[in-house]
């Protein structure tokens, strides 16, 4: 479901190049669930944009869900993304649109009208039924995260890509997050690849890797 071969991505510094991917190699199965950890600094969210096509690569292939990025315009990328979760730390809730329409908003660029039949499950297993005609200055960053959790799965995309989605969030809230993605992606057999600073809840997953100098690591079970 997710392919990466000698993949190679670096940014200026200064006007010198510092590499910040090297001959990155990475597979993932169809429902496979995995973490990725690694210190700051390190490439996590630029190998999460690679993936969203929100950063052009460089050198290498990368195929998610069957589609292969490389050679993409901008538009075909952006078509891409509608097809995918993504759940960043940062939100990304629309102040000027209700919870409701927020979590709905992907399934509506995708052609969906009316609501999809999962909604109301989904809301309920998040704790977010009682919220749906409120907005987001309204809420907790808690109930914020699990928004954006709702908005990524309600399309029934094949893969997500979360970018450390509890780094805001109390001990508590991140249980419940991580949580709720790992069932829910279950639930629809998707592909899952989370960044977390936490190892305590990388160690939640079936399958760890580490990125450490341009490349990824298995980390081997306690």
Do not use: W
Request: with cysteine; proline share 5%.
């Amino acid at each position: 479901m997710i392919q990466v071969n000698a993949l190679h991505f670096s940014r200026l510094d200064g006007a010198k190049p510092r590499p910040i991917l090297s001959d990155l190699q990475l597979t993932l199965a169809p429902g496979e669930q995995c973490s990725l950890v690694g210190d700051s600094g390190t490439g996590k969210t630029t190998l999460l944009n690679l993936l969203a096509g929100l950063e052009p690569l460089q050198s290498g292939e990368v195929t998610v869900g069957g589609q292969s990025l490389s050679g993409q315009n901008a538009t075909a990328l952006a078509h891409f993304r509608r097809q995918i979760g993504i759940v960043f730390q940062s939100f990304q809730l629309l102040e000027s649109l209700s919870i409701r329409d927020n979590i709905l908003l992907p399934f509506r660029l995708n052609g969906g009208r009316g609501q999809p039949d999962r909604l109301a499950s989904l809301c309920d297993a998040l704790g977010l039924t009682p919220l749906l005609d409120r907005y987001p200055m309204q809420l907790s960053g808690g109930e914020q995260q699990r928004v954006a959790v709702c908005r990524a799965l309600v399309h029934r995309p094949r893969v997500i890509l979360a970018d450390e989605p509890t780094g805001n969030l109390d001990e508590g809230n991140s249980q419940r997050v991580v949580s709720a993605l790992q069932t829910l992606a279950r639930e629809q057999d998707t592909t899952l690849l989370m960044v977390t600073h936490s190892q305590a809840l990388a160690r939640q997953f079936d399958r760890q890797l580490r990125l450490h100098d341009g490349q990824l690591h298995e980390v081997s079970a306690p």
